[in-house]
């Protein structure tokens, strides 16, 4: 068991720093409420280092805190789909060789009505993203990007016409949880055509995590700071796997 | 303005008669034709408004039923189907739209008196031209009274709550903290809709839909804020998409100041149809013209889709467009609001110089256009402390360059749509930094054979080259090709081609002629 | 009662921001780890937007965490010694003349091995602070500064020795609780000679809050912000009452 | 370094005459003087070190015992006195260390043969003079080796939790972050100690004390940390306070890099006695000279404590004076940290120009010199997002002016101490901002009757004026009717004067002389 808290200028001094609006008028009153809530929150000590209005009614304060909280370290199961054992774009194409043997198919897209492209295409186009080749470039896959705003119906039709081994879906915009009901009615529709199993399912953007992506039926999630070599060293290990 | 940067006035102009030549082509073909949007635009104008009890909106209602009736009628026009049964039923435009909601169809008359019809048109043109004017004019005697009350440049901040009670008081306290210009954020999508939905709404993602009601209770809103602050509030909306005139329509009536409205936007961010948007901007922009209506235009995009150093060209050859297609549609130089962008990697060498340098570029070369410039999103990341460090480095290019229309990045661009405190931050640093830099702009000069010289010699020299490129190859075809923003776009595909509408020769649109004689367009 | 939560852009949408490090290497599951710990806190949702390794062993967070817990801002009592109800600089030579009808005496002095003079500065020198004139430009009062660095010891000889109304003392160096101990010792000090009731005992600050000076047996404490006509408007009602 | 604000040179070479003349007095004063501490510094460079029982050092042991002994006994120099017990007793330095330390009095030694004493006095400052030099050549070496792999300005960090040992960690972590010089915090008060503490300490208020073990601690945890990285650490200390010369003493030793030195911070800004401290800055500087130690010296002191704006003459004229004595000291430009700050009121109009006009002032005044530029603080508040973009414009005018040797703004300035978090930011945004205006320096010109141009103008016609009513007044008149920093010293009056020592006819210091020898002194 190895006890953590947050670390200021000395070891469990417990300082975290914290800033939020209170519908509140700026002044002594106001500096006190935010003192009385981040004390709340079951911090040991709060100063409230500045606060400034927003409007007559509005203001905000920063506050640093003193928590005496901690956490058992090595309790902590990471959510996230480690990028750190990951094989480069070469070590891919080899596995694929040894392991699988033919062509992996993969096709993606930004679905729904978000506009986002430029993550979907980090992963699949040529150029790829910050030195990471995307999927297209891989000699030993064949990679369909059809863009975004694709609707959930004419991905899967696509996915089953090119017979694909996987569908990769991106959502960016997460506003009133639009991308939980559009990842939600993609594997419902899945399931209702009865395909689901045929494909390893992955879904990816800013704020998709691992744990949300299973959560919704999907194999798995990859969020900010995935590159295609994460992704296709997942997606080629699965499918060897599931052969 | 002082020039520093000793751009070759000859390749300057050369850009501009290749912008010229390039559009040619493009206005011969928006001459011969109308949209669905245009028609309902046209309607708006004449009255049309309320929507039926499923929400379809009365313009909407009446360009379907006279496309319905007869797949070529639209040809002649949608104003003289409309007016005609406003003459023949004798009753007021409300009385004939609550009709026509309830399941009344235009196309059920025959056609009347045309004498009769065009006078009543005429009637409406001129009460529609009035209003419009007379917003217009309020808005100029506003900034003349409270002339040197606003930031220079104009503070640009935006509210998406999705919900226009929210919206609204998230935009006074924006004002309050200094904003000189509100944009209410749509909802994700709207510019797919092609209809504008009616009423008050409080349910958008991302943003709030753009209603008529939505902008006659903001502009009430930042109305009253301006008062108390004795500064002219600006209020913003989007006119891109597939209602491009009819949201430009609305603008003008419900006196917005400001209008996104861009001339490849739907093309290349949207997937709309290239002929109908084409079609569409030049509408729109008619309006915005006469009704004063600066236009934002939307280059930034190029930049946050593709690389913003090695595609900068991309923004000024974009600019140009945008330019000439304005200048068509009659809406001068000061209106122009042209778009560029602060996107560059955070972690090129020089990044700031190669910034300034385009953001001079542009203040030179369009010198009397309120340039709008885009602070940094893109590499925004959930450092919130970097991205304060990025945002003050904006703020002080864009008073160094002089700029018109800021808009203020916000620490938490990738994380969430701005929190009320997010946005004073964005204010109070913008204040700060260019209060502090004030005479740079008049103290500085450059080194002529130095970077920022050199960079903004090498992107007029690659602009020029693309639009050669673009000239050579025509623009639709070029559009095909993925030559703009490395997206390629089918001339006939993308949405809301079926929607495109050839003039017939009988084609009749008294609006359009009425705003083509007032800004003195000859086509 | 009036329930007030923090407010990002809803109302008690209970939206706060966070940062804070951690004795643990960066990744995935420091991100865990850091996320618990924010719901340990009884944030009902959080999000660690980014994170950053400080060395190989230590690792930075920013977070944003939604909370449900709330204050009633009615039961709310500032703490500070209000500043809405000062007179101006006029105002309370006015009152002097009319309540006390002669000269107030202050001294004052940053003490200890402080060596911040600029607050205490602020307050008596003559140019004031952000156009609020110091004590010594007021007609009706005489202010002496011993600047800084200086014992207690010396500063109560000298408060004894010019008759002084109030005394006024500045701390601004907190670390270690130095300004408690050395506020502690000077009351002490006046309590062994038996001088503490001749005087109003100001205490003032960035880090000092009215609260802690009367606890540690100061009449009063002035914080960041404050000018030299609150702690005159203070001084001068407190005398007027103590005749 | 190019010339870009067009300072009249005469008037330049005017000033540093006004600042010879100003000091040529004091010169005269010093070159009288001893103190205790330049006793005790000689004494520790002979090899005194440890302490007694109650923590007194041994050096003021010795010292304390000449002076008890015969009040007038250090004119002739402590160095006799304590050579003189060690050729009687024949034992090492550390026996007679220990010795001390366990009561014994060297007074209580009649003075012997002293040829011999001279000869062993010689065979220690030899011994002592290598193992500095030694250093320097260390030092020197290791920056060839890894030429190129320092950032340009120093990137200067402090640690300061007062615990030697969670200092080293900070440290450590800090230069991994990219720091490349490290400093460490005194605890609060320490110089107005006449004695430097003994051993390695963890418990500072704000700092931690400055011991020669807590020096070879972090000196060694540095020297690990580089060879890592591949890049010199760079080690700071305080040579400021009642102890300058021994501490600095204690640094050439233990191969610090950087000493905190300014010729008058002691008398304007800690009520030191202004003779004590004129006398003590000399022999300190003698020793940083020859260890090739960069000094620091305190101008921004003068701002935090006055209007950084209409004092910014002040820090100038300072600048001057600590040249001129620092040159006196045998001390070279290229070891002159000269110091300036960026402390504008943030709301004042132009303040961006006017701390660019500074900035740029320095460095073209002072070519040669590692000037050292300090953050903002004063107006550091507890708005930690303001203070970002605060710190973004210094670290900006710094890189834009070519700055020597940048000390860190924390965005928690007006908080607490530094957390290791508030560091890294610190890095992180100076590394950004100075990586993306990289090229400003030598890209971008000032209009010749511009903003920038005239501030800095103005400034050295002030700074002309205020020498020349100091060179009239005289120095020590005018630190005594409060001409510097607004303080008034009057001249027997402060800490330490007691400890002032005049030279005896039969003064005898070969460490002095030795040194005076090396640099080349005459005087
Ligand atoms: C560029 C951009 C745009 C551009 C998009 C251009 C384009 N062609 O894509 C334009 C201007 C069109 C745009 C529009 C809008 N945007 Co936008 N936009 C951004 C911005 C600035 C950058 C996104 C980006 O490109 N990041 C870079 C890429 C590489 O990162 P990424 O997407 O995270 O992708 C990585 C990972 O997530 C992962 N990944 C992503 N997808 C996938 C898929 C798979 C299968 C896998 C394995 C991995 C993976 O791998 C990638 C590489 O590491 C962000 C803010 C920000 N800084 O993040 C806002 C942002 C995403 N946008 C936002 C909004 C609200 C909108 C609008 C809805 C605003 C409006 N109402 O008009 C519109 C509408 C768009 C729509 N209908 O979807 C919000 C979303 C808020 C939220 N959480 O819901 C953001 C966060 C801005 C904000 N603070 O408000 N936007
Ligand atoms: C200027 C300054 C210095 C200057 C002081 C020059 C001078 N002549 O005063 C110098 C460079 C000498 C200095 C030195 C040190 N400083 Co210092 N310094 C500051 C700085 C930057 C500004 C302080 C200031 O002048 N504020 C402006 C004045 C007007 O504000 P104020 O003091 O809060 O006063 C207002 C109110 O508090 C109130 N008030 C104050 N006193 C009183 C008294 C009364 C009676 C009343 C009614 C009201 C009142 O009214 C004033 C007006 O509104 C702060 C950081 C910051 N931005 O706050 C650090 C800071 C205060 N210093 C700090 C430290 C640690 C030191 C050192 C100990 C560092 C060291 N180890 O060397 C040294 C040693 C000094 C010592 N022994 O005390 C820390 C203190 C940390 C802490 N909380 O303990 C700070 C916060 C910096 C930091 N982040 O580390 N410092
Ligand atoms: C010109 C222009 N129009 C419209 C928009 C956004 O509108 P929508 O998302 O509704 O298409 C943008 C945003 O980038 C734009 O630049
Ligand atoms: C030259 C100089 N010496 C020393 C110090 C601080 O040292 P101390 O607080 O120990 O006097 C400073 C800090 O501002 C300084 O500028």
């Given at each position: 068991?190895?006890?953590?808290?947050?670390?200021?200028?000395t070891?469990?001094?417990?300082?975290?720093?914290?800033?939020?609006?209170?519908?509140?008028?700026?002044g002594?009153?106001?500096?006190?409420?935010?003192?009385?809530?981040?004390?709340?929150?079951?911090?040991?000590?709060c100063?409230?280092?500045?606060?400034?209005?927003?409007?007559?009614?509005?203001?905000?304060?920063?506050?640093?805190?003193k928590?005496e909280?901690?956490?058992?370290?090595?309790?902590?199961?990471?959510?996230?789909?480690?990028?750190?054992a990951?094989?480069?774009?070469?070590g891919?194409?080899?596995?694929?060789?040894?392991?699988?043997?033919?062509?992996?198919?993969?096709?993606?897209?930004?679905?729904g009505?978000?506009?986002h492209?430029?993550?979907?295409?980090?992963i699949?186009n040529?150029?790829?993203?910050?030195?990471?080749?995307?999927?297209?470039r891989?000699?030993?896959?064949?990679?369909?990007?059809?863009?975004?705003?694709?609707?959930n119906e004419?991905?899967?039709?696509?996915a089953?016409?090119v017979?694909?081994?996987?569908?990769?879906?991106?959502?960016?915009?997460?506003?009133?949880?639009?991308?939980?009901?559009?990842?939600?009615?993609?594997?419902?529709?899945?399931?209702a055509?009865?395909?689901?199993?045929?494909?390893?399912?992955?879904?990816?953007?800013?704020?998709?995590?691992?744990?949300?992506?299973?959560?919704?039926?999907?194999?798995?999630?990859?969020?900010?700071?995935?590159?295609?070599?994460?992704?296709?060293?997942?997606?080629?290990?699965k499918l060897?796997?599931?052969? | 303005?002082?020039n520093?940067?000793?751009?070759?006035?000859?390749?300057?102009?050369?850009?501009?008669?290749?912008?010229?030549r390039?559009?040619?082509?493009?206005?011969?073909?928006?001459?011969?034709?109308?949209?669905?949007?245009?028609?309902?635009?046209?309607?708006?104008?004449?009255?049309?408004?309320?929507?039926?009890?499923?929400?379809?909106?009365?313009?909407n209602?009446?360009?379907?039923?006279?496309?319905a009736?007869?797949?070529?009628?639209?040809?002649?026009?949608?104003t003289?189907?409309?007016?005609n049964?406003?003459?023949?039923?004798?009753?007021?435009?409300?009385?004939?739209?609550?009709?026509?909601?309830?399941g009344?169809?235009?196309?059920?008359?025959?056609?009347?008196?045309?004498?009769?019809?065009?006078?009543?048109?005429?009637?409406?043109?001129?009460?529609s031209?009035?209003?419009?004017?007379?917003?217009?004019?309020?808005?100029?005697?506003?900034?003349?009274?409270?002339k040197?009350?606003?930031?220079?440049?104009?503070?640009?901040?935006?509210?998406?709550?999705?919900?226009?009670?929210?919206d609204?008081?998230?935009?006074?306290?924006?004002?309050?903290?200094?904003?000189?210009?509100?944009?209410?954020?749509?909802?994700?999508?709207?510019?797919?809709?092609d209809?504008?939905?009616?009423?008050?709404?409080?349910?958008?993602?991302?943003?709030?839909?753009?209603?008529?009601?939505?902008?006659?209770?903001?502009?009430a809103?930042?109305?009253e804020?301006?008062?108390?602050?004795?500064?002219y509030?600006?209020?913003?909306?989007?006119?891109?998409?597939?209602?491009?005139?009819?949201?430009?329509?609305?603008?003008?009536?419900?006196?917005?100041?400001?209008?996104?409205?861009?001339?490849?936007?739907?093309?290349?961010?949207?997937?709309?149809n290239?002929?109908?948007?084409?079609?569409?901007?030049?509408?729109s922009?008619m309006?915005?013209?006469?009704?004063?209506?600066?236009?934002?235009?939307?280059?930034?995009?190029?930049?946050?889709?593709?690389?913003?150093?090695?595609?900068?060209?991309?923004?000024?050859?974009?600019?140009?467009?945008?330019?000439?297609?304005?200048?068509q549609?009659?809406?001068e130089?000061?209106?122009?609001?042209?778009?560029?962008?602060?996107?560059?990697?955070?972690?090129?060498?020089?990044?700031?110089?190669?910034?300034?340098?385009?953001?001079?570029?542009?203040?030179?070369?369009?010198?009397?256009?309120?340039?709008?410039?885009?602070?940094?999103?893109?590499?925004?990341?959930?450092?919130?402390?970097?991205?304060?460090?990025?945002?003050?480095?904006?703020?002080?290019v864009?008073?160094?360059?002089?700029?018109?229309?800021?808009l203020?990045?916000?620490l938490?661009?990738?994380i969430?749509t701005?929190?009320?405190?997010?946005?004073f931050?964005?204010?109070?640093?913008?204040r700060?930094v260019?209060?502090?830099?004030?005479?740079?702009?008049?103290?500085i000069?450059?080194?002529?054979?130095?970077?920022?010289?050199?960079?903004?010699?090498?992107?007029?020299?690659?602009?020029?080259?693309?639009?050669?490129?673009?000239?050579?190859?025509?623009?639709?075809d070029?559009?095909?090709?993925?030559?703009?923003?490395?997206?390629?776009?089918?001339?006939?595909?993308?949405?809301?081609?079926?929607?495109?509408?050839?003039?017939?020769?009988?084609?009749?649109?008294?609006?359009?002629?009425?705003?083509?004689?007032?800004?003195?367009?000859k086509?």
């Amino acid at each position: 068991m190895k006890v953590v808290r947050p670390y200021g200028d000395t070891m469990d001094d417990g300082k975290v720093q914290l800033s939020f609006t209170l519908p509140v008028p700026d002044g002594a009153k106001g500096r006190e409420a935010a003192r009385k809530l981040v004390l709340s929150w079951g911090f040991k000590d709060c100063e409230v280092v500045h606060s400034n209005p927003l409007s007559a009614e509005y203001s905000m304060y920063v506050a640093y805190g003193k928590t005496e909280s901690s956490i058992d370290y090595d309790s902590v199961v990471a959510d996230e789909a480690s990028a750190d054992a990951s094989m480069d774009m070469d070590g891919v194409n080899e596995y694929i060789r040894q392991h699988i043997g033919r062509k992996v198919v993969i096709v993606g897209a930004c679905t729904g009505f978000d506009a986002h492209t430029v993550g979907i295409d980090a992963i699949i186009n040529m150029k790829g993203y910050n030195h990471h080749f995307g999927l297209e470039r891989y000699p030993e896959m064949e990679a369909f990007n059809l863009g975004a705003q694709v609707p959930n119906e004419r991905l899967i039709e696509y996915a089953i016409k090119v017979k694909a081994d996987a569908i990769l879906i991106s959502q960016v915009v997460t506003q009133k949880d639009t991308h939980i009901h559009n990842m939600t009615e993609f594997i419902e529709l899945l399931e209702a055509k009865g395909v689901r199993d045929k494909f390893i399912l992955v879904a990816g953007g800013p704020r998709i995590g691992n744990k949300l992506a299973v959560e919704l039926g999907f194999d798995v999630g990859f969020g900010r700071g995935a590159y295609a070599n994460d992704v296709a060293t997942y997606i080629v290990k699965k499918l060897a796997e599931k052969k | 303005m002082r020039n520093k940067l000793n751009l070759p006035a000859d390749r300057v102009a050369y850009a501009r008669s290749l912008a010229e030549r390039i559009t040619a082509p493009v206005q011969d073909f928006i001459d011969g034709h109308s949209s669905v949007t245009v028609e309902r635009a046209t309607l708006r104008l004449a009255g049309a408004d309320g929507a039926n009890s499923d929400g379809v909106p009365v313009p909407n209602l009446v360009v379907d039923r006279i496309r319905a009736a007869d797949p070529t009628a639209l040809e002649d026009g949608a104003t003289l189907r409309y007016v005609n049964a406003l003459v023949k039923t004798g009753g007021t435009v409300q009385a004939l739209n609550d009709k026509i909601a309830a399941g009344f169809d235009v196309t059920s008359m025959s056609l009347g008196d045309r004498k009769a019809i065009e006078a009543k048109a005429d009637e409406l043109v001129a009460a529609s031209l009035r209003r419009v004017k007379e917003n217009r004019g309020f808005r100029e005697g506003k900034l003349e009274e409270w002339k040197g009350r606003n930031n220079s440049p104009l503070l640009y901040l935006i509210v998406a709550t999705g919900n226009i009670y929210e919206d609204v008081k998230q935009a006074a306290a924006a004002a309050e903290q200094g904003a000189d210009v509100i944009a209410v954020i749509r909802t994700t999508a709207q510019s797919l809709l092609d209809y504008v939905p009616y009423g008050a709404t409080t349910e958008g993602f991302g943003g709030t839909f753009a209603t008529q009601e939505n902008f006659r209770i903001m502009r009430a809103a930042l109305d009253e804020v301006g008062e108390k602050q004795r500064r002219y509030i600006r209020l913003t909306n989007y006119a891109s998409g597939l209602c491009m005139p009819e949201i430009a329509a609305m603008g003008a009536v419900e006196r917005l100041d400001m209008m996104l409205n861009d001339s490849m936007y739907g093309i290349l961010f949207r997937d709309i149809n290239m002929y109908r948007t084409f079609v569409d901007q030049k509408f729109s922009r008619m309006i915005n013209a006469y009704a004063g209506i600066i236009i934002n235009t939307g280059e930034d995009n190029y930049l946050t889709t593709s690389d913003a150093f090695e595609k900068a060209y991309t923004v000024l050859a974009s600019q140009f467009l945008n330019e000439r297609f304005a200048f068509q549609a009659g809406l001068e130089a000061r209106f122009q609001g042209l778009g560029h962008a602060f996107e560059m990697d955070p972690t090129i060498k020089n990044g700031f110089m190669y910034e300034l340098a385009e953001a001079q570029m542009a203040r030179e070369i369009f010198p009397e256009h309120p340039l709008k410039y885009m602070p940094p999103t893109k590499f925004m990341s959930g450092d919130i402390f970097k991205g304060v460090a990025m945002n003050t480095l904006f703020n002080f290019v864009s008073k160094a360059t002089d700029q018109g229309i800021h808009l203020l990045g916000m620490l938490t661009e990738a994380i969430h749509t701005p929190f009320m405190m997010d946005r004073f931050l964005a204010v109070d640093n913008a204040r700060y930094v260019m209060n502090y830099v004030d005479g740079f702009y008049d103290d500085i000069e450059f080194k002529q054979d130095g970077i920022v010289v050199g960079r903004a010699h090498q992107v007029l020299k690659e602009t020029i080259d693309f639009m050669e490129l673009v000239e050579k190859t025509g623009m639709f075809d070029a559009i095909e090709q993925g030559l703009f923003a490395e997206v390629k776009r089918p001339k006939d595909g993308g949405k809301g081609f079926e929607g495109l509408v050839k003039k017939g020769p009988a084609y009749y649109n008294p609006f359009e002629s009425g705003l083509m004689r007032e800004l003195g367009l000859k086509r």
